[in-house]
């Protein structure tokens, strides 16, 4: 049927996602947390034969290699789009792994504290990287595991960037990044907590996310650039997700400046 509804009442509807009356209008019983069913897993699980990669202790790589002061890197923060050919560090690498979804503290199968807020802990969010230029990593799509501190490393591949690029609607400045964090989010995860109001916090949380990549790239003489502009399906077949209980959130290149 022809969709009737004019652009002011489309709007109206759109708008409708950035309010909290969601909350009021959601049946809380009826959620899997109220229904007393386990959490969805707060790391998505790996195939045991999946080969990994220990990281070494972002916090400690990111106290180290920090060259400025948190007011000094809020101040100098901005979208960065040029990059030279300087490979990012390993430790480079894993303190911005830790700065954006590092675990802080686990309080139990179903909640774990992170670098970033989140509503309710949930953190619905899995990072993945289009690595190109990281000294000690082979080039190609890795996962990172924040519960292990290690990368799982899904298939190698030399081109990866150029087809991270054309996932980012070709933005080109995404081949000269070192690395591409494209965060997914696995919405079941939220919704065990919070079912229909899951979904505006989700969107809030990954903007911590990214905040935190920026500003720690920043403190690295690094830079990152925020992407929401991607082709939806290539995204997910690029990190080989299902675009329906996984599927990509926000990307965010990265590389030296
Ligand atoms: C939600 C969001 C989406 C963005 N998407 C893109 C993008 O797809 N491509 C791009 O080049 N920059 C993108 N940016 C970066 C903005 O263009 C940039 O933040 C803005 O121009 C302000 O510049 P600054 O970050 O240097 O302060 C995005 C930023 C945000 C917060």
């Not at 040029?82 to 390993?90: G, H, S, V």
């Not at 830790?98 to 670098?115: D, P």
């Not at 505006?200 to 500003?215: E, F, M, S």
């Not at 929401?228 to 959130?249: M, N, S």
């Amino acid at each position: 049927m022809k969709n009737r509804m004019n652009i002011s009442e489309q709007l109206e509807n759109r708008r409708y996602f950035l309010k909290d009356t969601i909350r009021q209008q959601t049946d809380f019983s009826e959620t899997g947390q109220a229904r007393q069913q386990p959490s969805p897993p707060l790391q998505k699980p790996y195939p045991a034969d999946t080969v990994r990669v220990n990281l070494p202790d972002g916090a400690t790589a990111l106290k180290q290699l920090a060259g400025l002061s948190v007011a000094e890197a809020i101040l100098c923060r901005e979208s960065v789009r040029n990059y030279t050919k300087e490979a990012l560090t390993f430790a480079q690498l894993s303190a911005l792994l830790w700065a954006t979804q590092g675990v802080r503290e686990v309080l139990g199968t179903a909640c774990a504290l992170r670098t970033v807020p989140s509503a309710g802990a949930r953190h619905a969010f899995e990072t993945y990287l289009a690595v190109a230029t990281v000294d000690g990593l082979l080039p190609g799509l890795y996962r990172y595991l924040p519960f292990n501190n290690q990368l799982a490393q899904l298939r190698l591949d030399s081109n990866i960037g150029v087809k991270a690029a054309h996932a980012c609607l070709r933005q080109d400045f995404v081949i000269d990044a070192a690395v591409t964090f494209f965060w997914t989010t696995i919405p079941a995860r939220m919704e065990w907590r919070y079912g229909m109001a899951a979904h505006k916090v989700i969107a809030i949380d990954i903007g911590h996310v990214c905040q935190n990549l920026y500003l720690a790239c920043t403190a690295l003489h690094a830079g990152a650039c925020a992407i929401a502009a991607y082709d939806q399906e290539a995204c997910d077949r690029l990190l080989d997700v299902d675009g329906k209980e996984e599927f990509t959130i926000y990307i965010s290149s990265v590389g030296k400046k």
